[in-house]
Every structure is written in C-alpha cells, then in structure tokens.
C-alpha cells in the first residue's frame, strides 16, 4: 500500500470512529473525571485570551465536534465557524446551538479551508491535529496561517506524549487495552509541535499543561472523590516548568 493510499484509509477510520460515537461523545463530560479535565482544559485554554476583547471577532473552530468548543467562543463574545469533518457530530452540535447567534457550522477538510486569506483573529483546534495523517498535519497548520489576520492566534489543545497518558498508551497499546480514538491519536511532545509551528511561521509560542490524573483504567474512589482538591493542587503547580510537559494536556498559543 502507498502512502497517499494509507493517508486516505486513515482519515476515512478516523472519520468513521468519531461518527459512531457522535451520539455519546458527551457523556465524557457528565462523569466526575471528566467533568474534572474539561474544567481543566478550558482554564489553560482561554488564559491565552484573558486580555482579548472578543465582539465582532471571528473565531474558528477546527474539529468542532459536538460544539464543546464553540459554545465557549460565543460565549465570550465571538462571531463562530466551526469546521469538521464529520457530519453526524456537527448534527449533535446543532441542537446544542440553537439558544446562540453568530455561528456557522461547516463540513469541510481542514487542509482545505473554505475561508478567505486573513481573516480570521482566533483559531482554536482542541484534540484534532492529533487524528490527522502525518503529511497533511503541515499542511493544515500552513492553511492556518493563511486564513489568520495579522498578528492573529492559533490556540491548540493536544494530548501530550511526556504526560500520563501518553506513557499509559505507549504500554497499553501493544496490549490492545486501549479504546477508540486512543488507537488511531498520535500524541505531541511540546519540542514536535513547536518545530512544527516554526516550520509553518508562526512566531511567540507559549505552552501549559492541565490534568495530572491517570486515566480512567487506573483510578480509585479515593481520587474521584478528591478531585476537587486535586483541582486546587493542579492550578498551583502547572504554571512551574516540570510541570508544563507531565500533564495529560497541552495547551499552545503561536502567533501569525
């Protein structure tokens, strides 16, 4: 098999996991833990853009998903696209976007953005660039660059091969123990993703961690119970060095 060929096979999996479990992506989000790391990761997320005034902004969304993201963005005042792949996700996102104005909802390769060159202030990507094929990952980020307006943000959410779960996966899946879309996700390191960003031009690139449980498989009561505590713990120490590259999470901002 070629590459272009096991490119394509890649993506159509990819696609196809994400729309067989559309209908309970958000589930994740109802359960402590995961209630725990979405707060988590929308604080280190959106400290990027604390001192940003946002109305009449235009933000996009890349891998938009069920509009998890997106909501967030309107809710701080900006003018939202989101973009994905996959259909069926955008279908659950839709009813969770009726109560807001100001969004539009594309189906749409990311390599190939539909938008014209420099017009967007914010773009926002959270646990996306990880399911795409390897040689189109420059590709997406150069289209990045070309919709951002001058001076404008790229904000990535990635799950970070130095943190927890990364070395979990790296034992577990030869094991076959993990679940989908830990099979098919290729974590990032903060030294890959910012030689990635300065192969693209982006400039000023900052990085935070967030989550510093194990997975699911290795929790206890104890922590479960805890998390709140673990909370407090976690905003205390994630702004040290060490600390930025052992979380679950990576949070990353570049400038155009």
């Known amino acids: ?69 997106l909501i967030e963005l309107l809710k701080r005042g900006f003018t939202t696209i989101g973009l994905d792949i996959s259909l069926e996700m955008m279908n659950v996102a839709k009813v969770k976007l009726k109560e ?34 390897p040689v189109h990952r420059e590709k997406i980020l150069k ?3 070309r919709v951002l307006a001058k001076d404008g943000l790229l904000i990535l959410g990635l799950l970070c091969s130095t943190g927890i779960w990364g070395f979990e996966t790296k034992i577990r899946r030869p094991l076959r123990q993990l679940i989908f879309p830990y099979t098919l996700g290729k974590f990032f390191s903060s030294k890959e993703i910012v030689t990635l960003l300065r192969k693209t ?23 479960i119970a805890y998390l709140r505590v673990i909370e407090k713990i976690e905003r205390k120490i994630r702004e040290l060095p060490f600390f930025k590259e052992i979380g679950v999470f990576l949070a990353v901002k570049a400038e155009k």
């Open 201 to 223: 031009g982006f400039k000023n690139i900052e990085f935070k961690g967030a989550v510093y449980s194990p997975t699911l498989r290795f929790q206890s009561r104890f922590l």
């Open 100 to 133: 807001f104005d100001s969004w539009f909802l594309v189906q749409s390769d990311a390599g190939n953005l539909p938008i014209s060159n420099d017009s967007i202030s914010v773009v926002l990507s959270v646990t996306t660039l990880e399911f795409i094929a």
């Open 143 to 145: 289209e990045i660059y």
């Open 1 to 69: 098999m070629d590459k272009r060929q096991e490119n394509k096979e890649f993506t159509v999996e990819v696609k196809k996991g994400f729309e067989e479990i559309s209908e309970y992506y958000d589930l994740w989000f109802s359960i402590p833990f995961g209630a725990y790391a979405d707060r988590m990761e929308k604080e280190v997320i959106f400290s990027f853009l604390e001192k940003k005034k946002y109305k009449r902004m235009i933000a996009l969304d890349i891998g938009t998903g069920t509009g998890v993201w």
